[in-house]
């Protein structure tokens, strides 16, 4: 799950940056209006964490100009302002939800998975391939009532995956929709991931869900192998 933020402070959004890192999401960070709003409308986001308070273009203008060009993307605004005109405010010009500064993390991160539960254009609220399940907003995952353990970026893998049932994704295409844009490695770093799965969601259960496809890159069986 691609997140993303839209905060001019520096030190607030490489924080957020890391936290929500640590809890599994891909994080692209721009700290001015005009460049937050070409990238929500180049990439697909599962959600944004939008400022109001920015250069270039404020948030709620930058989220008026979202909802006017057709993007759905779930926002979740921020301001370091206060008071109920201000909420409306953003509300009407169609965030999901809002949150004033100073917040807790931990606030933050529940209202962001509270969006996701609702959905939105590209989202469902559970992925289910046979017996296979995953919930994106809870991260979590199993085998009919077994759940399974992953780590952050093993989830994150899966669910790219999951998201395309049988079709063949290419390695570059799953590094683009789980590390952030400034991920410059090697995509091979996906084959690592993708034999932890196979290990943990396939190995136990005697299935073979995730194929390699030669030149191509994996595909998720749609049946959950």
Known sequence: MR???IEDEERLAASLKRGLQAAGYA???AHDGRIGLWMAGEHAYGAIILDIMLPGLNGYRVC???RGDGVNTPILMLTAKNGEYDEAEALDTGADDYLAKPFSYVVLEARLRALLRRGG???RTQLRLGDLWLDPAARSCGRGEQRINLTA????VLECLARRPGEVIPKIDIVDDVWDVSYD???NIVEVYVSALRRKIDAPFQRAAIETVRG?????AADGG
């Open 3 to 5: 997140v993303l933020v």
């Open 27 to 29: 994080v692209d960070v």
């Open 64 to 66: 008026a100009r979202l």
């Open 121 to 123: 254009p590209r989202l």
């Open 153 to 156: 970026k093993e989830f994150a």
């Open 185 to 187: 490695g090697d995509i």
């Open 216 to 220: 191509g890159g994996y595909r998720l």
